[in-house]
């Protein structure tokens, strides 16, 4: 069964973004709690809702007698999790298990009475609901079998973990972003490619070879991106999964209360502010990975952010709310990138901005982002730096404004490295791959290019 469609409308002022994302995650509920499937799948682009569904699905076959168990793919996600279903009903039972290590879980959920937090899951049983990671319930064994179980980030979840906990329940609801970050391997995994049982693939491409039949929904509104992003993203990323901004352009502003001083920084500040997107282009250059004038370029940007005393407004906040450190985020491709950045960064007296890869960066939300870009200053355009998930990540993380820097020379680059990934039979391509993808991106940044002095 393919995914259902959604027709956007042909004139889109009759666009109604919350009737539609209410009109899918009701279709979404009925396949959930009534539909005759043992599986139900569910795309979300960025910002879509998608805990907010998995927290109201886990909420309704709670209160329909239906225990369940909850899956999702890191300590965080969890704990998060677990804190939604507590500020929606703080009368549910909640078990949160938990692995043996120190410090395993938020302490904030200490302060929940109706939660409770056991490494064995023995001490949760008759809970209404419980939640951890997919590798703590890889180690259950010998329990009675869950009626239900959602499974949180479904695609960064690999087919193998899906397998180990696959027992455990009777019926679940996946639900993930199709257009972020692959699953995480260790080991070469090219001698299973085509396969149908590939360990490496997302759970639910193994899902839907094998169960092709099942329901497939997605989320139609990306409550995050503002109008300026959601066409950029949506076509780059998702061209046959469109999606749409809840917002218009006039909904959301950002503005500052110190004037331009003329400099690189503070004019792709003011170009991000007025169109949503900035790039701040250095000269082309073949550089070091931790490339110190690129680094020092983002530095100076997210420090002229905070001194030029940025306020947004916006559809929760009709009046100004400061642009502050927590709602800043930098995004790079490698750890070393990001710890000399942040070194960058304390060098100019800066704190509390969230500095890290894509990887880390997924499914968290900003203001305000400043993306070293993968590509700039390198020699070569390697499969890592094109990866799609990757690029897609660091470009829908804001609300308001995203900043990219990077090194001239970018698009030549990509026409000089054209994919050479060998094509595996039976394995789906993924379209559009990163060097599409990257094209798309670039052509749109090249509108809002600021040189670097």
Same mark, same amino acid.
């Given at each position: 069964?393919?995914?259902?469609?959604?027709?956007?409308?042909?004139?889109?002022?009759?666009?109604?973004?919350?009737?539609?994302?209410?009109?899918?995650?009701?279709?979404?509920?009925?396949?959930?709690?009534?539909?005759?499937?043992?599986?139900?799948?569910?795309?979300?682009?960025?910002?879509?809702?998608?805990?907010?569904?998995?927290?109201?699905?886990?909420?309704?076959?709670?209160?329909?007698?239906?225990?369940?168990?909850?899956?999702?793919?890191?300590?965080?996600?969890?704990?998060?999790?677990?804190?939604?279903?507590?500020? !929606?009903?703080?009368?549910?039972?909640?078990?949160?298990?938990?692995?043996?290590?120190?410090?395993?879980?938020? !302490?904030?959920?200490?302060?929940?009475?109706?939660?409770?937090?056991?490494? !064995?899951?023995?001490?949760?049983?008759?809970?209404?609901?419980?939640?951890?990671?997919?590798?703590?319930?890889?180690?259950?064994?010998?329990?009675?079998?869950?009626?239900?179980?959602?499974?949180?980030?479904?695609?960064?979840?690999?087919?193998?973990?899906?397998?180990?906990?696959?027992?455990?329940?009777?019926?679940?609801?996946?639900?993930?972003?199709?257009?972020?970050?692959?699953?995480?391997?260790?080991?070469?995994?090219?001698?299973?490619?085509?396969?149908?049982?590939?360990?490496?693939?997302?759970?639910?491409?193994?899902?839907? *070879?094998?169960?092709?039949?099942?329901?497939?929904?997605?989320?139609?509104?990306?409550?995050?991106?503002?109008?300026?992003?959601?066409?950029?993203?949506?076509?780059?990323?998702?061209?046959?999964?469109?999606?749409?901004?809840?917002?218009?352009? *006039?909904?959301?502003?950002?503005?500052?209360?110190?004037?331009?001083?003329?400099?690189?920084?503070?004019?792709?500040?003011?170009?991000?502010?007025?169109?949503?997107?900035?790039?701040?282009?250095?000269?082309?250059?073949?550089?070091?990975?931790?490339?110190?004038?690129?680094?020092?370029?983002?530095?100076?940007?997210?420090?002229?952010?905070?001194?030029?005393?940025?306020?947004?407004?916006?559809?929760?906040?009709?009046?100004?709310?400061?642009?502050?450190?927590?709602?800043?985020?930098?995004?790079?491709?490698?750890?070393?990138?990001?710890?000399?950045?942040?070194?960058?960064?304390?060098?100019?007296?800066?704190?509390?901005?969230?500095?890290?890869?894509?990887?880390?960066?997924?499914?968290?939300?900003?203001?305000?982002?400043?993306?070293?870009?993968?590509?700039?200053?390198?020699?070569?355009?390697?499969?890592?730096?094109?990866?799609?998930?990757?690029?897609?990540?660091?470009?829908?993380?804001?609300?308001?404004?995203?900043?990219?820097?990077?090194?001239?020379?970018?698009?030549?680059?990509?026409?000089?490295?054209?994919?050479?990934?060998?094509?595996?039979?039976?394995?789906?391509? !993924?379209?559009?791959?990163?060097?599409?993808?990257?094209?798309?991106?670039?052509?749109?940044?090249?509108?809002?290019?600021?040189?670097?002095?």
């Amino acid at each position: 069964m393919n995914p259902v469609p959604f027709p956007f409308p042909a004139n889109p002022a009759s666009f109604d973004p919350g009737a539609e994302a209410t009109r899918a995650t009701d279709a979404i509920l009925r396949d959930t709690l009534d539909g005759a499937h043992r599986g139900v799948v569910v795309d979300s682009p960025p910002g879509a809702g998608k805990s907010t569904l998995v927290v109201r699905a886990a909420l309704e076959l709670a209160a329909a007698g239906r225990p369940l168990m909850v899956v999702a793919q890191t300590n965080a996600q969890v704990d998060d999790l677990v804190l939604r279903l507590a500020e !929606k009903n703080s009368d549910l039972p909640v078990g949160r298990l938990h692995s043996s290590d120190p410090d395993p879980y938020d !302490k904030a959920l200490d302060a929940l009475p109706n939660v409770r937090k056991s490494a !064995k899951v023995g001490d949760l049983s008759g809970l209404d609901v419980v939640v951890s990671t997919a590798a703590k319930w890889g180690h259950v064994k010998d329990v009675e079998p869950w009626r239900h179980a959602i499974v949180d980030e479904a695609y960064q979840m690999r087919s193998d973990a899906l397998l180990a906990v696959a027992g455990l329940f009777e019926r679940a609801l996946f639900v993930g972003d199709p257009g972020q970050l692959d699953p995480f391997a260790i080991a070469e995994a090219e001698q299973w490619a085509g396969l149908a049982y590939d360990p490496s693939a997302s759970a639910v491409t193994t899902l839907l *070879a094998h169960n092709p039949g099942l329901p497939q929904h997605r989320l139609p509104v990306s409550w995050r991106l503002p109008a300026s992003a959601a066409p950029l993203v949506s076509d780059a990323f998702y061209p046959f999964t469109p999606f749409r901004s809840g917002t218009e352009h *006039a909904d959301r502003a950002l503005d500052f209360a110190v004037p331009s001083d003329g400099s690189g920084p503070d004019r792709v500040i003011d170009e991000a502010a007025l169109s949503g997107w900035g790039l701040l282009e250095l000269p082309a250059r073949h550089t070091p990975r931790t490339d110190p004038e690129a680094v020092r370029a983002v530095a100076l940007v997210v420090r002229r952010l905070l001194d030029r005393g940025g306020a947004a407004t916006s559809e929760r906040a009709p009046e100004p709310v400061p642009l502050t450190a927590d709602r800043i985020a930098v995004g790079t491709a490698h750890r070393d990138q990001a710890a000399a950045v942040r070194g960058a960064l304390a060098a100019l007296g800066v704190v509390d901005v969230t500095v890290d890869t894509a990887n880390r960066l997924q499914g968290r939300e900003f203001d305000v982002t400043v993306v070293l870009h993968p590509l700039s200053g390198r020699p070569d355009a390697t499969a890592f730096h094109l990866e799609t998930g990757r690029l897609c990540v660091l470009a829908s993380r804001h609300r308001h404004a995203c900043i990219v820097v990077c090194r001239a020379g970018v698009d030549t680059l990509l026409d000089d490295h054209p994919s050479t990934e060998p094509v595996q039979l039976g394995v789906t391509v !993924k379209f559009p791959d990163g060097w599409e993808a990257n094209h798309a991106i670039l052509s749109r940044l090249a509108h809002h290019r600021i040189p670097w002095p």
